[in-house]
């Protein structure tokens, strides 16, 4: 399957929550080994882990952040030196069932994007402690990594490894806003089936001017992540020049729509909408999970900003 495919897929299929986190996680899966299998040279510290992640035997997780803040060069302080990493990785998605992590880690201390290498590291080994976190997102697992004198193989070229990471996040951008314009979906959908069948005043309150409202501005919302969304699904599956420009504007969008539904459908629900007996709160809860999940919405807004001025001045 095509990557402009699974990024239809990966929306259409969150109509249902399950749906949405099976298709989340093979995305990612099935993104990664094309990324992995199309290599033209495959490092040696690959070549044991691609036949595992090819037949699902093994789980990889990528250990970028080391707490608050979004991603930056200098936001890395696990140190990388004579094979071996020391430091702290939170939050790691999946970190407490995965197999291995790619960690980014610093090699230099010129303040620069090549002081940042990646690495890989076997998190069964010795030298690694995973602790796992409490996330507002209880149907995901985020973790701790602690790495003390743990073994690393290098991944890439040395200092290369931010160049890396940008691109890693502008393609994981488009595959998240697929399911977050697919989360704010059913979050429109909910809330408009609840408006149809929830009667006051002897009436449907969908009948009543500012439900209706608050709808349309629901549908507006996701209707224009989508439409971002799919050119950022075009950039990406042409390999195009605007793909980060297409990236950033996707995520920004559908993280925007995604919080604009889940928000408003508890406000349709009203009382109900915030006990445990309705879905709303777990659509709620996604939708700002992953808004921090590749850096903040601000992150996103002003790294679209400079790509353009960037672009323009060229």
Same mark, same amino acid.
């Given at each position: 399957m095509g990557r402009l495919r699974r990024c239809g897929a990966l929306c259409g299929s969150a109509t249902k929550l399950r749906h949405c986190l099976r298709w989340n996680f093979g995305a990612f899966r099935s993104f990664t080994e094309d990324s992995l299998v199309g290599m033209r040279d495959v490092p040696t510290s690959l070549q044991k882990w691609l036949p595992k992640i090819a037949s699902g035997d093994a789980i990889g997780t990528l250990a970028l952040f080391e707490g608050k803040g979004n991603p930056s060069p200098k936001a890395v302080k696990v140190t990388a030196n004579g094979g071996v990493l020391n430091g702290v990785k939170r939050p790691v998605a999946d970190g407490a069932i995965a197999d291995f992590a790619v960690v980014a880690a610093r090699t230099g201390s010129s303040g620069r994007e090549s002081d940042i290498s990646l690495f890989i590291v076997d998190?069964?080994?010795?030298?690694?402690?995973?602790?796992?976190?409490? /996330? #507002?997102?209880?149907t995901r697992g985020q973790a701790e990594i602690a790495f003390k004198d743990a073994k690393a193989e290098p991944l890439g070229a040395p200092g290369e490894g931010w160049s890396v990471i940008t691109q890693v996040l502008d393609r994981a951008a488009v595959l998240m806003a697929f399911e977050q314009v697919g989360g704010a979906d059913r979050a429109l959908e909910m809330g408009r089936d609840y408006a149809l069948d929830r009667i006051a005043f002897g009436r449907p #309150?969908?009948?009543?001017? &500012?439900?209706?409202?608050?709808? !349309?501005?629901?549908?507006?919302?996701?209707?224009? *992540?989508?439409? /971002?969304? =799919?050119? @950022? +699904? $075009? +950039?990406?599956?042409? /390999? !195009?020049?605007?793909?980060?420009?297409?990236?950033?504007?996707?995520? #920004?969008?559908?993280?925007? *729509?995604?919080?604009?539904? &889940?928000?408003?459908?508890?406000?349709?629900? @009203?009382?109900?909408?915030?006990? $445990?007996?309705?879905?709303?709160?777990? =659509?709620?809860?996604? !939708?700002?999970?992953? *808004?921090?999940?590749?850096?903040?919405?601000? =992150? $996103?807004?002003?790294?679209?900003?400079?790509?353009?001025r960037k672009k323009n001045a060229a």
């Open positions: 998190l069964k080994a010795g030298g690694v402690e995973v602790k796992s976190l409490t /996330n #507002i997102d209880l #309150i969908g009948s009543f001017q &500012a439900v209706k409202h608050m709808l !349309a501005d629901m549908y507006v919302s996701a209707t224009l *992540a989508r439409s /971002n969304c =799919y050119y @950022g +699904a $075009w +950039a990406l599956s042409t /390999n !195009a020049g605007e793909l980060p420009e297409a990236a950033a504007a996707a995520r #920004i969008s559908a993280t925007q *729509a995604f919080q604009h539904c &889940a928000k408003n459908n508890i406000q349709v629900h @009203g009382g109900m909408g915030f006990t $445990w007996e309705f879905d709303c709160h777990m =659509y709620y809860r996604r !939708a700002n999970a992953v *808004a921090l999940g590749l850096g903040s919405l601000s =992150y $996103w807004e002003d790294a679209l900003i400079d790509r353009m």
